[in-house]
């Protein structure tokens, strides 16, 4: 099912050319192959060797562009990695201090809070996390 979705999208893409193709989270079914797997690993791998035959099979890719994100590239195959697969690698480093400070208050702009709150402290605290971890921190 994964891999006839993934043929299709493809085929979409070429069809409506000059096209991008955004796959988030890549790491779901780009990630390292093992030898120890079960039915729903198996058709994870189906699914990647599909995209990686998509990506540099018989069809050629003119006008598609693939743009592909993940926050986790120390554990992707490394078949996609292979020259001439990816173009490029953009690396995002988590957010410095002011980079915490601005994300903790766009977050929590429109809440309910206390007057009170130290964010100086919570940049502190936050050290290692990215938006989405901070976006946790003011909704959870």
Known sequence: ESSRMIREMFAYARKSAPC??????IDAIGGKR????NS????????????LNQMDGFSDLDNVKIIMA???????????????RLDRK???????ERGRKEILLIHSRKMEK????????LVK???????????????E
Do not use: W
């Not at 729903?40 to 995209?51: A, F, G, N, P, Y």
């Not at 993940?70 to 001439?84: C, H, K, S, W």
């Not at 953009?90 to 410095?96: A, C, K, Q, S, Y």
């Not at 605290?125 to 909704?139: E, I, K, M, Q, S």
């Open 70 to 84: 993940t926050n986790r590239p120390d554990i992707l195959d490394e078949a996609l990695l292979r020259p001439g």
């Open 20 to 25: 991008i193709i955004f796959m988030d989270e």
């Open 40 to 51: 729903s690993d198996r058709e994870v791998q189906r699914t990647l060797m599909e995209l």
């Open 90 to 96: 953009v690396e995002i480093p988590l957010p410095n």
């Open 125 to 139: 605290l936050t050290v290692g996390f990215n938006g989405a971890d901070l976006r946790n921190v003011c909704t």
């Open 114 to 121: 206390a007057d009170d709150i130290n964010y100086d402290h």
């Open 34 to 37: 093992s030898n120890d797997s």
